[in-house]
T-cell receptor, first 113, second 116 residues
């Protein structure tokens, strides 16, 4: 079965703090893709990153970084020096058949000034 | 280039009524997907069109839901009759067709449906 778990329902931090959003997945497939999406208050889902199962290299993009560890089936997302504009719901997702995506329940991040 | 658009952005209806949601994918995208998020839970896959054909509708909750994509362009999702548990946000996504590899999905802003 394919499943994505985001155990943190809500996180609240103060601006400039670092914050890590956890994502744990389950799959029997050897080839799969992992995603993070951001849902700002405007409602649309904004693509942040995609990783395939054969590429465990961690990635950094500005203040965002992702830590993919197959050994623990985790794909965690860290925001460094958080800003108020980072406030949103963040979804982790898994795709195994190139079409339907399995999402986690989302983590609501609130960054206070 | 215009993104995926959805109409309406919000809909409030009473139990038993009918509602039709519309999705316009990115031009040229053969794949169209419907998802929904209910009561702050995970976003769940509903179905997938390739052009006008239903490729996978395994996520459709029951026969009160009917999705169509006539002509392979825009799609509609009709809920008839609507029940309280249908309340949630309905997302549409589209992607290009590729023979192999990942089809990156672009999401619309969603339609928030409230059934009273």
């Amino acid at each position: 079965a394919q499943k994505v778990t985001q155990a943190q329902t809500e996180i609240s931090v103060v601006e400039k703090e670092d914050v890590t959003l956890d994502c744990v997945y389950e799959t029997r497939d050897t080839t799969y893709y992992l995603f993070w999406y951001k849902q700002p208050p405007s409602g649309e889902l904004v693509f942040l990153i995609r990783r395939n199962s054969f590429d465990e290299q961690n990635e950094i993009s500005g203040r965002y970084s992702w830590n993919f560890q197959k050994s623990t089936s985790s794909f965690n997302f860290t925001i460094t020096a958080s800003q108020v504009v980072d406030s949103a719901v963040y979804f982790c997702a898994l795709s195994y058949n190139n079409n339907d995506m399995r999402f986690g329940a989302g983590t609501r991040l609130t960054v206070k000034p | 280039e215009a993104g995926v658009t959805q109409f309406p952005s919000h809909s409030v209806i009473e139990k038993g009524q009918t509602v039709t949601l519309r999705c316009d994918p990115i031009s040229g995208h053969d794949n169209l997907y419907w998802y929904r998020r209910v009561m702050g839970k995970e976003i769940k896959f509903l179905l997938h069109f390739v052009k006008e054909s239903k490729q996978d509708e395994s996520g459709m909750p029951n026969n009160r839901f009917l999705a169509e994509r006539t002509g392979g362009t825009y799609s509609t999702l009709k809920v008839q009759p609507a029940e309280l548990e249908d309340s949630g946000v309905y997302f549409c996504a589209s992607s290009q067709w590729r023979l192999a590899g990942l089809n990156e999905q672009f999401f619309g802003p969603g339609t928030r449906l409230t059934v009273l």
